[in-house]
Structure formats: structure tokens, C-alpha cells
């Protein structure tokens, strides 16, 4: 089993920037990818961006430009820095960690992020 413990959420006004992290703990293999996710009530769980172990990334294009993935292995934490946030971003945000051959994801407990003025 892996934990994941995501921090950083809050509230920002529209423009502004939060950074978020997860800390993995458990059974921990450098090989998984580890991204975001984020879900709004009523609404389907939204993919935000992925980082492989090879440090590829991607991201979903509502914040191509905006956000930076990064992952840091010897501290089995993944962060999200997110910038010029909109309203439209306002969120729960859901860190995950997915084995690359059995696809078994991991989903930490959330955290929530408001953008409002």
C-alpha cells in the first residue's frame, strides 16, 4: 500500500499562485508516475498533470503554461506550483501515484483550492 499526504491548498485571489505537495509513504517504487487530479462537487475527477519517473510531463490544456509538475524521488514527494489561478480553478486537488505496469493508482485525501476575490 502507498499513502499520500497533499498539502499547500487554500484560498488565493484570481492571479495569484499556490504551490501544493504530496509525500508518498509505503510501498514506494521509483518507477511509478505521480500527478494531479482535481474535482469540483458534482463533477468528475479532472486529470492536471502527470510526471513519469523518466521526468516526462504533461498536462491537461486548461493549465498548459500555468502550472509546473515536478517530483522530488528522494523525497517521495510530488509538488504542483500553480500559477495566474483563475476561478475556474477552484477545486479539491487529488495527488496519485500509478505503478507503470499494473496501472494500480494511489489517491491521496485531497485538498482544497479556492480562487476568489
Known amino acids: 500500500q502507498v499513502q499520500l499526504v497533499e498539502s499547500g491548498g487554500g484560498s488565493v485571489q484570481p492571479g495569484g499562485s499556490l504551490s501544493l505537495s504530496c509525500v508518498a509513504s509505503?510501498?514506494?517504487?521509483?518507477?511509478?508516475?505521480m500527478g494531479w487530479y482535481r474535482q469540483a462537487p458534482g463533477k468528475q475527477r479532472e486529470f492536471v498533470a502527470v510526471?513519469?519517473?523518466?521526468?516526462?510531463?504533461n498536462y491537461a490544456d486548461s493549465v498548459k503554461g500555468r502550472f509546473t509538475i515536478s517530483r522530488d524521488n528522494a523525497k517521495n514527494t510530488v509538488y504542483l506550483q500553480m500559477n495566474s489561478l483563475k476561478p475556474d480553478d477552484t477545486d479539491v486537488y487529488y495527488c496519485?501515484?500509478?505503478?507503470?505496469?499494473?496501472?494500480?493508482?494511489?489517491w491521496g485525501q485531497g485538498t482544497q483550492v479556492t480562487v476568489s476575490s
Open positions: 496519485y501515484r500509478r505503478r507503470r505496469t499494473s496501472q494500480a493508482t494511489y
Open positions: 510526471v513519469t519517473s523518466g521526468l516526462s510531463t
Open positions: 509505503g510501498s514506494i517504487r521509483s518507477t511509478d508516475a
